[in-house]
């Protein structure tokens, strides 16, 4: 049998005539190949914020289940031009919406997950060989009410559907030409990526690399499915997200990533004793704020400090939280500092490689960068320093690792 591919275009790739006819024509190349394609659209780009905006300015909390049914219509319009588009060309295909194809789903609204897909229909249409064109970030419930995934979607429904189909490979065609060492407008000499591993990817993802929405890559490493990043607009190879190889582990690491809009707080001098740190982070996770990096000294005296991160935009909300429970707790101060920034290494290499830590810190003293935190996982080891030292401690390190080199 053909090869079984499943190309995601995102809202930049299809956002008018002109640019839905240029998919038309690279999805007929790969055609003509003799590959069977299944295409994943987003809606047009600024449509889904068009029409958030429309029911907002109705009612500030839209009812969830019309305002799924309001931006399910965007991906709509797009997998019809694009078939509209093929046919022109053609090649014979069919568009389908995501209850159309029975993307069965859960019913949380506006943040659906995913619970199958009837890969039947897809199937059979592939084998009288039509290309399939699918809405991409909608499904459908049990009780028929149409669904939307949560923003940036589309790329998880092509996840879904290529391990659904078993298909060789998912490619997500976007407005970038790959992945990259870390942020090229910060080190003009970063490298596009050939291969990254799921497991890296996750972690560049989470820490601010947004190419991809993070749960497609949870989902593709979960079901296997090879997942490629590629620009909609030139040709390349992209970046290919894939299991680790030996050959993967002689790069020691892979990328930088770097997250700009954090905050530090410090509650001092609490009692050394059982429950104290789920009191804090208690008064913090009440308030549905995310904590990030969490560290607690060593007790002296009978106390210590305890520290944490979030989220900038949740810094006073925090703040009050803290001085209200370091009060019950009879903390000496809580103390916080809004202008910080992390950075961290990543590279499944790390596993088998000594040194990495040490160097990393050396680089960061030489250009007289203080480090305020550190944390690591197997696989990455991440530093909370001044926001100001930010891109000097990225480009230090890019360069003392050699990033730009192609390994
Ligand atoms: N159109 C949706 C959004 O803007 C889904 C997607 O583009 O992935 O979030
Ligand atoms: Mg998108």
Do not use: W
């Not at 240029?22 to 007929?28: E, F, G, Q, S, T």
């Not at 803290?322 to 707790?329: F, P, R, S």
């Amino acid at each position: 049998m053909s090869n079984i591919i499943v190309q995601k275009y995102g809202g930049t790739s299809v956002a008018n005539v002109e640019r839905i006819e240029a998919v038309a024509d690279k999805v007929k190349a790969c055609r003509d190949l003799g590959n069977s394609i299944v295409v994943v659209v987003s809606a047009m780009s600024g449509e889904t914020n068009r029409i958030v905006k429309m029911a907002k300015q109705i009612d500030p909390n839209p009812t969830p289940r019309e305002l799924d049914v309001a931006m399910a219509t965007g991906e709509q319009v797009t997998i019809a031009l694009l078939t509209i588009a093929l046919e022109a060309r053609g090649v014979s295909a069919r568009s389908y919406t995501g209850s159309q194809l029975k993307m069965l789903t859960d019913s949380s609204h506006n943040k659906a997950r995913i619970l199958n897909i009837d890969a039947k229909k897809v199937e059979e249409d592939l084998e009288s060989g039509k290309v399939i064109v699918v809405a991409g970030f909608q499904g459908v419930d049990e009780q028929g009410n149409i669904t939307t995934l949560g923003r940036g979607g589309s790329d998880t429904s092509a996840v879904a559907i290529a391990a659904a189909l078993k298909a060789d490979e998912c490619q997500i065609y976007t407005d970038v030409d790959g992945v990259y060492t870390t942020d090229p407008r910060v080190v003009p000499t970063a490298r596009r990526m050939d291969r990254i591993t799921f497991e890296e990817m996750l972690e560049m993802a989470s820490l601010g690399s947004k190419v991809l929405q993070i749960r497609a890559v949870e989902f593709a490493g979960k079901y296997s499915v090879p997942l490629r990043v590629l620009s909609s607009f030139e040709d390349g190879d992209g970046t290919l997200i894939t299991f680790e190889d030996e050959e993967m582990e002689d790069v020691i690491i892979s990328g930088i990533a770097f997250q700009r809009d954090e905050a530090k707080l410090t509650v001092r001098g609490v009692p050394d004793t059982p429950g104290v740190a789920s009191k804090i982070l208690l008064a913090i996770s009440d308030r549905n704020i995310e904590v990030d990096m969490i560290v607690q000294n060593i007790a002296n005296d009978g106390t210590t400090d305890f520290t944490f991160t979030v989220h900038r935009n949740d810094y006073e909300q925090a703040l009050n939280a803290l001085q209200q429970v370091g009060e019950e707790l009879t903390a000496r101060e809580v103390v916080g500092d809004e202008k910080i920034a992390k950075l961290s290494l990543v590279g499944v290499g790390m596993r088998s490689h000594a040194g990495i830590a040490s160097k990393m810190f050396e680089v960061l003293a030489q250009e007289g960068v203080n480090i305020q935190m550190i944390s690591t996982s197997e696989i990455k080891i991440s530093v909370i320093i001044d926001e100001k030292y930010l891109e000097l401690a990225v480009r230090a390190l890019h360069d003392a690792f050699e990033l730009e080199q192609d390994k």
